[in-house]
RNA sequence: GGGCGUGUAGCCUAGCCAGGAUAUGGCGGCAGCCUCCUAAGCUGCAGGUCGGGGGUUCGAAUCCCCCCACGCCCGCCA
């Protein structure tokens, strides 16, 4: 809803700067977006296209915020939305009219979970997590989960279809080492599988620092399943399985699920990967180096290496062969991947260009490390994501224990377990990706922060309010949701009100941002700022106990906050619980 | 050595791409607020050379250059 505003708001400017006659011929399209429309504290929407037309006009930019605004007459009449322009200092300020607040209420309870929704259409497939089968995931491999996923969700809001995919890196010289650590040490049946599995793969990685004969058995072992000899196959479906299925166990306790995974040997096996070497060598520069094919990449520090000289194929090859079949399935690709691969993706995107397919979008991330220093599954310093999650259910359930004496055992775990994962992705969600993090235990449990369960309790608060309204019969029930009443608007002057509205308005307008920065961290800072609101909101302006057409129109409002609110939480992936 | 990224109060963090209205919040600290819809809440106070130095501009946390610190990459690893 705040999109349209800020539209409203554009047409107007551009209406009243032709009136005024300022400028002749302004290349509006070319402006900076900064320069025409913000979100503003000062007021609903600002502009400072007084600055530019300053220089030009050569008056200080002050006059001609006024000059403009003169003419902003018709376009305040004709805008539904907007009911005043005004200029401040240089500043252009459009504030919103009674009727927006009105539609935006209108429209959250009409279009229910679809508010928000930007109707945009075509096909996605988004790469996310794809941690190598050799161990748990961690919480480096979480950033990569949270961020993906929240994307597919937001992306999937936004109108999208998203297809998910993890793909699954089964010929890796790690994978080989884990595979013989598993066929030389055993497996720990009593352990998660992937949490056996890294047992034998830390083993055998130290094994291998030592002996050369065990080097060369995993190089063996890499030829012989890139072979597909069927002993070696065996061998590695156990390990790799074990690992992958430990995995989903994971991902799917934190609300995470892959529509497909894809593995990575497939490729070599349909032959997708000598097509693709033999595309590259009839359009581009590949040349033999001792044995290996190198592709010659220009414009890059590093040549692509495509084949070793013993025959096998590489990372590279294989993603190459993997982004050639996934570009057919979709209309555009997006991989998430960890600064390490950065390098990598843009030669890779190169080879695709060459190739004619067009190359994937790439949010990249930068590392998680821990307090001690960087992670590494193969020294096993790294802290699993499985730990990460007992260890904050445990510190939610706490807090439910002594918040909530009331709750029966079972709501009890329910409840931490609702606040536990939210609280692990929201801290991973709330940070940009470009942004490096230290992982720390103490802050990770910290339940006090202003975090997920700041907005779960947000929602809670909204559903109790609703709860009792509807056992005092001023709100109806059907199929667990309410009837709000009808209600005047008009009602809802109050600035917390006021600003709680145009906040709840403003889910549009942050889901347009992160799909088109590809970026979660302002979703997250959105479900912040609408509980905050809403506190400020239940602080000021008691609702049950109201007169009655007050009472019917705040209903109305905290009706919309917990849809605004639990449509957040879902997705950001977190559940928005009633009672907490 | 080169490339990319990060550096904002004791700690974490938004803003940087698209320069403008008093630099965003949180944690921790201090002081208040439950006869009233859940205090996992609210209010106030203290705390800042926006890593450092130049430059561009009427105006720089934001753009440019140099430097410093940290991380990642520069494998016939993934």
Not at 109 to 117: A, L, M, P, R, V
Not at 382 to 394: I, S
Request: one cysteine or more; charged letters at 30%.
């Amino acid at each position: 809803m705040f999109l349209k505003l800020k539209q409203e708001a554009e047409a107007a400017l551009r209406d009243s700067l032709s009136k005024s006659g300022l400028v002749e011929d302004l290349e509006w399209e070319k402006l900076p977006e900064s320069l025409l429309l913000e979100e503003s504290e000062h007021a609903d929407v600002s502009s400072s296209l007084a600055f530019f037309l300053a220089s030009m006009l050569k008056m200080p930019p002050k006059d001609a915020a006024a000059r403009l605004v003169t003419h902003a007459a018709d376009a305040v009449l004709e805008s539904k939305l907007i009911s005043e322009v005004r200029a401040v200092g240089p500043y252009i300020n459009f504030y919103a009219g009674e009727n927006f607040f009105q539609e935006t209420l209108r429209r959250i309870k009409e279009e229910g979970c679809d508010f928000g929704s930007l109707g945009l259409r075509g096909k996605i497939i988004l790469e996310h997590t794809s941690a190598n089968p050799d161990g748990p995931l961690h919480v480096g491999h979480l950033r990569n989960a949270t961020i993906g996923d929240v994307l597919a969700r937001v992306l999937r809001k936004a109108g999208y279809e998203v297809e998910t995919q993890y793909y699954v890196n089964d010929m890796g010289r790690q994978v080989a080492v884990a595979v013989l650590g598993a066929d030389r040490f055993g497996l720990d049946a009593t352990k998660k599988g992937d949490h056996a599995v890294v047992e034998a793969y830390v083993r055998a990685s130290r094994a291998l620092e030592e002996s050369e004969g065990f080097r060369r058995e995993a190089e063996d072992l890499m030829r012989r399943y890139e072979a597909g000899d069927p002993e070696v196959v065996r061998k590695y479906r156990e390990v790799v399985e074990k690992s992958l299925s430990g995995a989903r166990e994971t991902l799917t306790q934190l609300g995470i699920k892959h529509d497909r995974f894809v593995w990575e040997s497939e490729f070599v096996r349909n032959g997708d990967v000598r097509r693709v070497l033999k595309a590259l060598r009839e359009r581009a520069e590949v040349v033999e180096e001792g044995g290996a094919l190198v592709l010659k990449l220009e414009g890059f520090e590093k040549e692509l290496v495509l084949q070793r000289s013993d025959g096998t194929t590489l990372y590279s090859t294989r993603d190459l062969a993997y982004h050639i079949w996934k570009a057919k399935l979709g209309d555009r690709m997006i991989d998430v991947l960890g600064k390490d691969h950065e390098l990598v993706s843009k030669q890779l995107a190169r080879a695709l260009e060459i190739l004619g397919v067009p190359p994937p979008e790439v949010v990249i991330f930068e590392f998680v490390s821990l307090p001690t220093g960087s992670m590494s599954t193969r020294a096993g310093k790294f802290v699993a994501v499985d730990e990460l999650l007992d260890k904050v259910e445990a510190a939610a359930l706490d807090e439910v224990e002594k918040r909530r004496p009331d709750f029966s055992e079972e709501q009890k775990r329910r409840v931490a377990r609702i606040i536990g994962v939210g609280a692990i992705r929201y801290d991973i969600a709330k940070v940009s990706p470009e942004k490096p993090m230290v992982f720390d235990f103490e802050q990770a449990l910290d339940m006090e922060k202003r975090g997920a369960p700041f907005i779960q309790y947000a929602h809670a608060r909204a559903s109790s309010i609703l709860r009792l309204a509807a056992e005092n019969g001023y709100v109806q029930r059907s199929d667990g949701d309410f009837l709000p009443p009808d209600f005047d608007a008009t009602l809802l002057s109050m600035e917390s009100e006021r600003a709680l509205i145009r906040e709840l308005s403003k889910l549009d307008y942050v889901v347009e941002k992160v799909v088109r920065e590809l970026k979660p961290h302002h979703l997250a800072k959105y479900g912040r700022v609408v509980a905050e609101t809403f506190n400020r909101f239940y602080r000021d302006c008691p609702v049950l106990n109201a007169e009655p057409l007050l009472r019917d129109a705040r209903l109305n409002l905290v009706y919309c906050t917990k849809l605004v609110l639990k449509e957040t939480l879902r997705l950001l992936g977190m559940e928005a619980p009633e009672e907490m």
